[in-house]
């Protein structure tokens, strides 16, 4: 168990510290906005272009793995919002409450922690996760938003809309531009090597502070749907990819355990952003970010147990 203990202490530090800085003013009422554009603009495309454009590709290219986490994290996503659209909520809200039940921070927790637990190695798939997360998971909540939105039936409107915000999100360009460079069989040149590797390695640090502050600036949702989501997220989810990984895709050890801590992951801050990007009520979102950031202390500990027993 100590071991458990030395991977997420640092992780969860980092969030206590951002946490605790906003609380008591140190960081100011913007910090985490502006944390997170760093991270989102700067330091986490670095990252993922580096890792797309130095990458084997033989490696990446794991059709198993990709179907664990697609199919997982999918299901989710459509039985939450089955469920939560059947209540007295609106298309838009039920879908952004199925983002948040399906949403792993693979981003900002998931990639330092399979680097930490799985070595060198975990990266991979866990760029793999956070690009069907970004690039899948998202674009089909945003559509679903949108078609909540319109008064017609057709979707060529939410569909040209998702094509246009994906061409503008970093996290989306960034490994595509890495994956054409790696085709290209152009050697990074040294100068850019470094530039890039100094400023992806700001990535955890950045991102962790910045969702502490987050969490302390956001007023949660203490009732039932929060924890419901919650629930969901941290212990229906992983159960569903445990289950796919082992005995229906039977991933070898290290894609199985990947997967199983990948899920187990806390719901990132997509959600809040898309629901505040659509002016919608934020307070179940933020209590489920709360909640499922302090109970994966517990859920990834069990599944960090579960791996290196």
Sequence with gaps: ????????????????????????????????????????????????????????????????????CTLATLGMFVATLAWRWRSPRHLVDASIDGLSAAYANTGYIGIPLCVLVLGKHGLVPALIATLIVVCV??????????????????????????????ARNPLVVAPVIGGLWAVSGLALPQPADKFLHLLGAATTPCALVSLGAFLAARPASSGRGAFTLSALKLIVHPAITWVLAVWVFHLPPLWANAALLLAALPTGT????????????????????????LGSLATLSACLYLIRS
């Design 1 to 68: 168990m100590s071991s458990v203990t030395h991977v997420l202490l640092p992780i969860f530090g980092l969030i206590l510290a951002g946490y605790v800085c906003r609380r008591t003013s140190r960081l100011g009422a913007t910090a985490a906005a502006e944390l997170n554009k760093f991270v989102v603009w700067l330091c986490l495309p670095a990252l993922l272009f580096q890792a797309t454009a130095t990458a084997d590709w033989a490696e990446i290219w794991h059709p198993r793995f990709v179907a664990v």
């Design 137 to 166: 998971l998202f674009a089909i909540a945003v559509v679903c938003v949108e078609v909540g939105l319109q008064a017609e039936k057709t979707l060529h409107h939410a569909i040209a809309k998702v094509v246009l915000a994906l």
């Design 270 to 293: 997509g959600p809040y952003m898309l629901a505040e990007f659509y002016q919608r009520e934020a307070s179940v979102v933020s209590g489920t970010i709360l909640y499922s950031t």
